[in-house]
Each structure stands twice: as structure tokens, then as C-alpha cells.
């Protein structure tokens, strides 16, 4: 097993963790899950970099990086939904948004064809990111108001580009025999 693909893994195994922290009634849940948030956030550059780095790019990471991105993402905003810090279409648009790329991914996988993130994709996960740290830890900050709708307005932006994304994708997918 790769470093990459072990960090790519501890940080699917953190989603959970997270989440139960998040909605627990525990002191300063929001402090705690904002730093494993960040922590699990931050291990997605660290594993890219030590697989380009160690040239241990495999099949298993691959398809294991995005997903454990969608997944700690898709585990927030159920949890902001949850405490109505986000709204409910926000999230869904977002979750269903990474279910049909995942899907796509998966798919290209399979047909051993390349699927690379685009560079409005990655704005986007970082867009996401941003939104949802801030959202979480906002409870906890001097000005709570201002920080909920700073994250608001972040993770507004983030749906813009991951409807664009999305489409993007779709089309780039939808042309046959171009690399993806």
C-alpha cells in the first residue's frame, strides 16, 4: 500500500469521526470538527503530492482521492443541513453533483480511460472547502452572524461552479474518443 493511498484512507476513516462530533451535544464540537475538517481537507494536497512525488499513482487512488473528498463534503453538509447552517437544495445540488461525477469517474475507470479534474473543478472543492469550514466553526467566532453568512455566500459561489462543473464534465464525458 502506497503513502498516498494510506493517507487517502485515514482520511475516509476521519468522515465519521467528524460527523458524530458535529452532531453530538459535546462542548466545543464545533472546534473539534473544524480542525478535523481541515486536517481531513489539508491530507487530500498531502496525498497528491506523495503520489506525484513518489510516482505511486494507482488505479485504487484514483478512484479512492475524489471519493473520499465527496464523502467528507457530502458528510458536512448533511450535518450543516441538520443544524440549518445550509439549506437543503445547497446540498443537495452539491451531493448530487459528486454522486453523478463519481459515477462518470467510476465509469472511465473501468474503461481504463483518464478522467482528471478540471481547474473549475478544483476551484469548486476548494470554494466547498472554504464555505463549510467557515460555516462550522462560525458558532464559536466573535461575530457569529457575519461568519454564517460569509459561509453562506462562499458555499452560494461553490454551487455556481459545481453546476458548471458539472456541466462540463458532462460534455467533456459526452464526446466519444477524446481523453477526459
Request: charge should be positive.
Amino acid at each position: 500500500m502506497t503513502i498516498a493511498n494510506v493517507i487517502t484512507i485515514t482520511r475516509i476513516v476521519l468522515v465519521p469521526i467528524f460527523l458524530v462530533i458535529l452532531l453530538t451535544e459535546m462542548q466545543n464540537k464545533e472546534i473539534i470538527a473544524f480542525a478535523l475538517f481541515i486536517l481531513a481537507s489539508v491530507s487530500d494536497a498531502l496525498d497528491g503530492y506523495f503520489a506525484r512525488r513518489f510516482n505511486q499513482i494507482t488505479p485504487l487512488g484514483k478512484f479512492l482521492d475524489p471519493l473520499a473528498d465527496k464523502l467528507l463534503v457530502a458528510a458536512a453538509l448533511l450535518a450543516l443541513v441538520y443544524h440549518q447552517y445550509v439549506e437543503t437544495w445547497v446540498a443537495a445540488i452539491i451531493i448530487l453533483r459528486e454522486i453523478l461525477i463519481t459515477a462518470l469517474r467510476f465509469y472511465s475507470l473501468v474503461r481504463e480511460s483518464v478522467f482528471a479534474a478540471s481547474w473549475i473543478a478544483k476551484k469548486k472543492t476548494l470554494m466547498q472547502i472554504i464555505g463549510i469550514s467557515v460555516l462550522i466553526i462560525h458558532p464559536k467566532m466573535p461575530k457569529p452572524n457575519f461568519f454564517f453568512w460569509a459561509g453562506t455566500i462562499i458555499l452560494y459561489f461553490a454551487v455556481l461552479l459545481t453546476v458548471y462543473s458539472a456541466f462540463e464534465y458532462v460534455l467533456k464525458f459526452a464526446k466519444p474518443n477524446q481523453e477526459k
